[in-house]
């Protein structure tokens, strides 16, 4: 049963433009969200996160945006850049503990 | 200041062998995670260890795996037997205080079962 789900496996974009990423979860009591960016041979590396209390959270280039109702979320990077190419996974924890789980993960292709 | 270190970066055992994963936490770091990544999919989480205690064990086998995080040294996830579903990408993760908002993620082991 995959409680955090990431339906899109790509997802290509031109330098300059927005990326969004997107993410759905199941589990109500996750009440913290995270996204990691990720290259091949390489541990996930932590972009920015979200939680529950909140709707929004920007860093820089990057914005997440929570749906609770909804139980949806997504990451918008913009302008996007060939840079950000990489793997992106979403994930969700519960503040009362410490795992995390992930979704597969959606590779993102920004061309020149 | 040093990430979180994992050693080997690659390992290569035939069915039947043990495998021994390390991680290192970073600096000032009391608390380890170790996930599973399968080919094609996100990563999986096996357990939680703070010094000399194992938190949470829910996402590890029933059998064959084991984990530690002893008082002096890196933690070790130890798999016996292994077979060729063991082949995954391990990460650890550490942070200084429990918590889901604070995991930095090592390089990675990856194992390959021949």
């Known amino acids: 049963d995959q409680q955090v789900k990431q339906n899109s496996p790509s997802l290509s974009v031109q330098e300059g433009r927005i990326s969004i990423l997107n993410c759905d979860y199941t589990?109500?009591?996750?009440?913290?969200f995270l996204w990691y960016k990720k290259y091949p041979a390489e541990g996930p590396t932590f972009l920015i996160s979200?939680?529950?209390?909140?709707d929004k959270n920007e860093d820089g280039r990057f914005t997440v945006f929570l749906n609770k109702s909804a139980k949806h979320l997504s990451l918008h990077i913009v302008p996007s850049q060939p840079g950000d190419s990489a793997v992106y996974f979403c994930?969700?924890?519960?503040?009362?503990?410490?795992?995390?789980?992930f979704g597969k993960g959606i590779t993102l292709s920004v061309r020149p | 200041n040093a990430g979180v270190m994992q050693n080997p970066r690659h390992l290569v055992r035939r069915r039947g062998q043990e495998a021994r994963l390390r991680c290192s936490p970073m600096?000032?770091?009391?608390?380890v995670y170790w996930y599973r990544q399968l080919p094609e999919e996100g990563l999986k989480f096996m357990v939680y260890?703070?010094?000399?205690?194992?938190?949470?064990e829910s996402g590890m086998p029933k059998e064959r795996f084991s984990a530690e995080f002893p008082k002096e040294g890196p933690s070790i996830l130890r798999i016996q037997q292994v077979v060729r579903g063991d082949s995954a990408a391990y990460f650890c993760?550490?942070?200084?205080?429990?918590?889901?908002?604070?995991?930095?993620f090592g390089p990675g082991t990856r194992l390959t079962v021949l």
């Open positions: 979200i939680s529950s209390i909140k």
């Open positions: 589990n109500s009591m996750f009440d913290y």
């Open positions: 993760a550490s942070s200084p205080i429990r918590g889901p908002d604070t995991q930095y």
């Open positions: 260890l703070q010094k000399e205690n194992i938190i949470d």
């Open positions: 600096k000032g770091h009391s608390h």
């Open positions: 994930a969700a924890g519960e503040s009362t503990n410490s795992k995390l789980t």
